[in-house]
């Protein structure tokens, strides 16, 4: 594991020294993952270390509406107060496309009265990693991170299709781990790579997934913060170079139709603060009780937090059987039909995979949702179901099937609303009222192609 990165603001004042850093994105990721804020020139940034922006802009829908009335202004203040936006200096990195040089700072949102504002994404996070400190406990975690690479497209009423590579042929089929597909997209691949060596991402293994054109990167392990923040970055990243290179990339959880759709899966452990060990694992290297406790809570509240990492109407494509997705919360020993993994490994190195989240899920609100239901399963000393040992593909359903069960699902489980804080649950959940019901005013193709004239 790579030491995580501290700053103090004396560190940042050089840091942008040595790079002659001449502007400063000021950012913060919305309710989407979307990088709000703005530019400052370097001597205002030095002289505000902060910025103000409105508490909504954090918490508006994909589309940037927001709801006109109901409980969202039980907690978002209706005369659309500032937030104090202070920047982390250990988020720091520079911006490698830029022309003139240009940094990037992630900030952490505050009311006036110095308060974490409790429904941003980034304070959500850093609320339940506090609880596991409490505890004396620190989480690791590694996120896996699948996107596609497809053509240019415009038009949203035309399918995506994969894009052309070196080869001058896009991709017809499927090429799992395939090397050769992969160099079809060198020169894009080297030129991200490059990008992220420049902003000191702990970028680990490329592979080719399944789909045509989909991609995986996996990170090296590391704190949740730090590399939610470098999923986040990342992402940015990848659809920029994309572009550059005359393609799109995209992290839609179900981009095209008849491919597999994109995961983020994240493993997971948890150390114990004084004595720096996996606390999944016993002294003799057996499984210990914390480790089952763990999966017994993640199996346990993982069906009620499907809102937050499947978050669109579109997540739930990607939840389908037998296609790399998982359709229930089963658990099993390197069992990749599960939507609960532990990966054959040393004691020292033993973890829990979440496959359930979908790459379109924000990475602080992923992170804090599946830790979220890993506590309550320590605290509360919840037992798993026995492994499984089959196809869990063969077993039913136990995830909800579409955005408004998820919601109604979340709506009545307490426990994370204590957890995450239930002023983040309520913006949260309102938000994504507000894009369903958006979503049934378009009347799709699938419906005038067997509709229009048959019913």
Request: glycine share 6%; net charge negative.
């Amino acid at each position: 594991m790579n030491e995580p990165k501290t700053m103090t603001f004396n560190d940042l004042e050089q840091w942008l020294n040595e790079r002659r850093v001449t502007e400063v994105e000021c950012l913060v990721p919305d309710l989407t993952g979307v990088a709000r804020g703005k530019i400052l020139p370097r001597t205002k940034f030095t002289e505000d270390r902060g910025m103000r922006l409105p508490q909504a802009i954090v918490a508006m829908g994909v589309t940037g509406e927001f709801p006109e009335s109901g409980p969202y202004f039980d907690v978002i203040d209706p005369v659309d107060r500032d937030m104090q936006l202070r920047p982390d200096p250990s988020s720091v990195r520079i911006v490698p496309w830029a022309v003139d040089p240009t940094a990037q700072v992630v900030h952490d949102c505050f009311n006036h009265a110095g308060v974490l504002v409790p429904f941003a994404p980034r304070s959500v996070l850093r609320r339940v990693c506090d609880l596991y400190a409490a505890e004396g406990l620190q989480p690791i975690v590694a996120p896996e991170l699948e996107f596609y690479l497809t053509d240019r497209n415009t038009d949203p009423d035309i399918p995506l299709r994969a894009p052309v590579g070196r080869s001058g042929r896009a991709e017809t089929s499927r090429q799992a781990y395939s090397i050769d597909a992969v160099n079809e997209f060198d020169p894009l691949f080297e030129e991200i790579y490059d990008y992220a060596d420049k902003m000191e991402l702990n970028v680990d293994t490329l592979i080719h997934e399944v789909g045509a054109g989909q991609m995986e990167i996996n990170f090296f392990h590391n704190q949740p913060l730090g590399l939610a923040d470098e999923v986040f970055f990342f992402k940015r990243t990848v659809r920029e170079a994309a572009l550059r290179h005359d393609m799109y990339a995209t992290f839609m959880a179900k981009p095209i139709a008849g491919e597999p759709g994109s995961a983020m899966h994240v493993h997971q452990s948890i150390l114990s603060m004084d004595s720096g060990k996996n606390i999944f694992s016993n002294p003799d290297g057996s499984p210990s009780d914390a480790f089952m406790h763990y999966i017994g809570g993640l199996q346990r509240y993982i069906p009620a937090a499907m809102a937050l990492v499947a978050p669109y109407v579109n997540s739930y494509r990607r939840l389908s059987r037998y296609m790399a997705a998982p359709i229930n919360i089963e658990w099993g020993y390197d069992n990749r039909t599960c939507g609960i993994r532990s990966p054959i490994s040393t004691p020292e190195a033993r973890r829990v995979e979440n496959r359930v989240i979908g790459a379109d899920a924000n990475p602080y609100i992923a992170m804090a949702m599946t830790l979220a239901c890993g506590y309550l399963g320590l605290k509360n000393k919840i037992k798993p179901k026995p492994e499984m040992r089959g196809d869990a593909y063969l077993s039913p359903y136990a995830l909800p099937r579409s955005m408004g069960e998820s919601l109604d699902w979340l709506s009545r489980e307490s426990d994370l609303h204590d957890v995450l804080g239930k002023e983040f649950i309520t913006v949260y959940s309102e938000i994504k009222e507000l894009e369903s019901e958006e979503f049934m005013k378009v009347i799709s193709p699938w419906e005038r192609e067997h509709l229009l004239l048959h019913v």
